[in-house]
């Protein structure tokens, strides 16, 4: 048992943590420990004092130690090893954290962007043996191949010039009948503003609508770094619960919400699909209440049933939709590629905050996506993923039936890349045994925790079966399953 | 003589002249202009109405009506046509125009960019025979060739994930080598962010650093997407006139201004370089006060005479410069990446602003640069580029001694790309009519007006001297001499 160190224990009463303006308890004990690991009061490999003992040191209750720790756990900034107990990770924190500057010299944007949690930055950390990290796509190594190609046909004909900042007019041509082949989206090119992903979309659209302190609404759970790009641009964000049928909308604020970012598709995480009807309620709702609805539809060409619903942006007759669509998913992460279909009113607030932010993305790569998507290359090799990932799925799914059979729930499936499972009869203390249990024999699991704002009452688990075949799938679930048993043989918590 | 028609002057009546807040009248005459035409009160190639006819109908001064005018011909939404009139560009707006949307679904940040004035986007308009816009670097088709053959090498090699927020590692690594070799600066990888360019530096650190409201110094004259960005964010944009030496730092305001934005190496667009006792006085006014300084060095690579002055970054011994480099103007503009020296407080609040605003600039073209930069080719090139346009200047100052004499003046010109002349002894009437010659004969000149807060007395234009060769420029400046004299045929404004 290892007692927490004097100075350890003066970094964390430092660190103020009676503001409950910054979240639970436990959330800003794992930033202040985070903080107090970047700042070097435990070393890289340090192990850390037992929750027991950090509990009793700091005269809270445990479980909110462990949660703390679990946070920073899924977060791969400690370790836990079984019998050595919990460390520091080996590589230390994924970046350097400096002390904070005055604070007369940081914007509130800058202070509010601070004082978010950590997120996984999955970019320079080790490859766990069996990765079940969702959020990367199915990539084949013939993608390579063809994009190689396509630049250098574009390069050879590329204007050195700066861009259009609204987007390459091939690619903006290309993506209309792209959205109308896949989405039945009708639109013209001038409505569509090329941006670097989704992540800029939301940002360039959060400007154009939000002043701070304005009120958002986000889905829980939700993808952190929407809920993030929210919070700092100051927005005040309501989250809003979601069931097997999507957002609830009966729980929308009476107040208006000047933005409702929702992903209907594929619910992230949850896996969950908006129903029709909700949808007419939803865009009933902002169109009463003169909400912008963002319809974040970043993996709706994978969908093994049928075709997926039309989009919100079809269905709206009242201009209320902006649809942010990305390459991400469908080519792949690195080539920072998507785009917005803006609704008439905001195109032109929308163009100009593009052109303030970055004077527009770069040409060379716009030419070989539209030469790509003109192609059919992308058409043929979303044919061969949907086809690759359903059996994927269904190999898993049966993994998953044999080996943790009804100790699990399995929530919404129709299409996406990864399933979220739930676990019946076990604890958030077995739970992050089974996570570190996990971690030691070579899986890479991810907990749904951070995504949601409350924490769910069962915990639950993201599984992505696009970076394992399905025989390394089948492993990876069989060693799932004697991880849960292990796991299970933990008495539960008082 | 065309007299205004009805329509068109109860648009400009509806358009509210009468606010001082946002800019001179003739500005305000401009706008409305725009606004007229984007709504159809004007078609494409439709005639104005004469000066004289439209300043009798509003009961303006005629000079304003002509000033108005200018800024819309510098535009090229109107184009002036010696003897029939002035007229509707034929291509029309740059950008359609759409209603704006009802008030309440704007934030501030996208009223005010909307208050923003025209900005000339060369992307898409056609390109005059002799073109001597500025800002293109010289590109020599050697580049493509090289920089096809990276992009290949890198796209093999590729790892499809989502990249590292911060910057591609090898690519940091290769600009810290750089920046030492080029501008004598000493850094670590870790202090660069790699973004999209400088505009999307000044960006993220407006957002850092800026709340709305808050003082941002800019020279005058000016690069005018800066002056936006900053607008846009909602700074109160100070400008702070500039002489031979570049900023005049007496001139600073009193009050604190959190961000200084500087052009030191050639002050853009008047191409003087900012003294060293300046310099080192801006460094202790920023120290004094905690302001930032964003040191803007766009095209110190391509300098005549010597070494460039150190930077700002180097000299500062208080970690408030941030350093922004492009390689828009070294390899090409297309490319969109750029870099910032972070001072060691601002990091952790830039990397997650970067992070937050687009989650990293895509890695197979950062792992390109890497791989061009390193090899040595671009120093080459740029060695290559600065003999080249060493040459092109020795011309064209010799062209503009023989063509245009003593009736001009010759601003700073140690480097750069373009050279800044200004006008004795015309008038802005004449000087309207001389762009309004050039442009009839194949020239593309470019005002100086757009980029000054106040209307220089003496007017002037930029000469750029990338995009024609030396044998091009002793034709261009001929015609240029010849259109001089025919303006100063025009007898002068009252």
Same mark, same amino acid.
């Given at each position: 048992?290892?007692?927490?160190?004097?100075?350890?224990?003066?970094?964390?009463?430092?660190?103020?943590?009676?503001?409950?303006?910054?979240?639970?308890?436990?959330?800003?004990?794992?930033?202040?420990?985070?903080?107090?690991?970047?700042?070097?009061?435990?070393?890289?490999?340090?192990?850390?004092?037992? $929750?027991?003992?950090?509990?009793?040191?700091?005269?809270?209750?445990?479980?909110?130690?462990?949660?703390?720790?679990?946070?920073?756990?899924?977060?791969?900034?400690?370790?836990?090893?079984?019998?050595?107990?919990?460390?520091?990770?080996?590589?230390?924190?994924? $970046?350097?954290?400096?002390?904070? /500057?005055?604070?007369?010299?940081?914007?509130?944007?800058?202070?509010?962007?601070?004082?978010?949690?950590?997120?996984?930055?999955?970019?320079?950390?080790?490859?766990?043996?069996?990765?079940?990290?969702?959020?990367?796509?199915?990539?084949?190594? =013939?993608?390579?191949? *063809?994009?190689?190609?396509?630049?250098?046909?574009?390069?050879?004909?590329?204007?050195?010039?700066?861009?259009?900042?609204?987007?390459?007019?091939?690619?903006?041509?290309?993506?209309?009948?792209?959205?109308?082949?896949?989405?039945?989206?009708?639109? !013209?090119?001038?409505?569509?503003?090329?941006?670097?992903?989704?992540?800029?979309?939301?940002?360039?659209?959060?400007?154009?609508?939000?002043?701070?302190?304005?009120?958002?609404?986000?889905?829980?759970?939700?993808?952190?770094?929407?809920?993030?790009?929210?919070? *700092?641009?100051?927005?005040?964000?309501?989250?809003?619960? @979601?069931?097997?049928?999507?957002?609830?909308?009966?729980?929308?604020?009476?107040?208006?919400?000047?933005?409702?970012?929702? @992903?209907?598709?594929?619910?992230? /995480?949850?896996?969950?699909?908006?129903?029709?009807?909700?949808?007419?309620?939803?865009?009933?709702?902002?169109?009463?209440?003169?909400?912008?609805?963002?319809?974040?539809?970043?993996?709706?060409?994978?969908?093994?049933?049928?075709?997926?619903?039309? $989009?919100?942006?079809?269905?709206?007759?009242?201009?209320?939709?902006?649809?942010?669509? $990305?390459?991400?998913?469908?080519?792949?992460?690195?080539?920072?590629?998507?785009?917005?279909?803006?609704?008439?009113?905001?195109?032109?607030?929308?163009?100009?905050?593009?052109?303030?932010?970055?004077? #527009?993305?770069?040409?060379?790569?716009?030419?070989?996506?539209?030469?790509?998507?003109?192609? #059919?290359?992308?058409?043929?090799?979303?044919?061969? *993923?949907?086809?690759?990932?359903?059996? =994927?799925?269904?190999?898993?799914?049966?993994?998953?039936?044999?080996?943790? #059979?009804?100790?699990?729930?399995?929530?919404?499936?129709?299409?996406?890349?990864?399933?979220?499972?739930?676990?019946?009869?076990?604890?958030?203390?077995?739970?992050?045994?089974?996570?570190?249990? #996990?971690?030691?024999?070579?899986?890479?699991?991810?907990?749904?925790?951070?995504?949601?704002?409350?924490?769910?009452?069962?915990?639950?688990?993201?599984?992505?079966?696009?970076?394992?075949?399905?025989?390394?799938?089948?492993?990876?679930?069989?060693?799932?399953?004697?991880?849960?048993? !292990?796991?299970?043989?933990?008495?539960?918590?008082?």
């Amino acid at each position: 048992v290892t007692v927490p160190s004097r100075s350890l224990l003066i970094a964390l009463a430092k660190a103020n943590l009676q503001s409950e303006a910054d979240g639970a308890l436990f959330e800003r004990l794992a930033r202040a420990l985070k903080q107090a690991i970047a700042d070097g009061h435990l070393g890289r490999d340090a192990r850390l004092p037992a $929750t027991r003992d950090l509990a009793k040191a700091m005269a809270i209750s445990r479980n909110t130690v462990v949660a703390a720790y679990e946070l920073l756990s899924a977060d791969s900034i400690i370790v836990s090893r079984g019998g050595s107990g919990t460390r520091v990770a080996a590589q230390g924190l994924p $970046t350097p954290v400096h002390k904070a /500057p005055a604070p007369e010299s940081a914007s509130r944007y800058a202070m509010r962007a601070r004082s978010l949690g950590p997120i996984t930055l999955v970019a320079g950390l080790p490859v766990p043996r069996y990765d079940l990290h969702h959020g990367e796509p199915l990539v084949h190594r =013939r993608i390579f191949n *063809a994009w190689r190609r396509k630049l250098a046909a574009a390069t050879l004909r590329a204007r050195s010039g700066y861009p259009c900042p609204w987007g390459f007019m091939p690619l903006r041509e290309a993506i209309c009948g792209y959205v109308k082949r896949k989405r039945g989206i009708e639109c !013209e090119p001038d409505d569509i503003l090329i941006v670097s992903g989704t992540q800029q979309a939301l940002t360039l659209v959060s400007r154009v609508v939000l002043n701070e302190g304005d009120a958002a609404v986000i889905e829980d759970p939700h993808y952190q770094m929407a809920a993030h790009a929210l919070v *700092a641009h100051g927005a005040r964000v309501i989250s809003v619960r @979601t069931d097997q049928d999507g957002i609830v909308t009966a729980d929308l604020p009476r107040e208006a919400a000047r933005l409702i970012y929702v @992903t209907p598709t594929h619910q992230f /995480p949850s896996g969950v699909t908006l129903s029709q009807e909700r949808r007419l309620e939803l865009l009933r709702i902002a169109a009463r209440t003169q909400s912008w609805v963002f319809e974040d539809d970043y993996d709706s060409e994978i969908h093994f049933d049928g075709k997926p619903l039309p $989009t919100l942006y079809s269905l709206d007759t009242s201009h209320r939709v902006i649809y942010a669509g $990305t390459f991400s998913k469908t080519v792949f992460p690195t080539l920072r590629l998507g785009y917005i279909i803006c609704p008439p009113q905001l195109r032109q607030d929308l163009y100009k905050a593009k052109l303030l932010d970055d004077l #527009g993305c770069p040409s060379i790569e716009q030419a070989a996506l539209a030469g790509y998507l003109q192609s #059919g290359q992308v058409d043929k090799h979303l044919q061969f *993923a949907v086809r690759e990932l359903r059996q =994927r799925r269904l190999d898993l799914l049966r993994a998953l039936a044999d080996h943790l #059979g009804d100790q699990i729930e399995i929530g919404g499936q129709r299409g996406g890349m990864h399933v979220a499972i739930w676990f019946k009869g076990l604890d958030y203390c077995q739970f992050e045994q089974l996570l570190h249990l #996990g971690a030691v024999r070579g899986l890479g699991l991810h907990p749904m925790t951070p995504y949601y704002t409350v924490r769910p009452i069962r915990p639950g688990m993201l599984l992505a079966f696009t970076s394992l075949t399905s025989l390394q799938l089948k492993v990876a679930v069989e060693i799932l399953g004697q991880c849960l048993s !292990e796991a299970l043989q933990r008495p539960a918590a008082a």
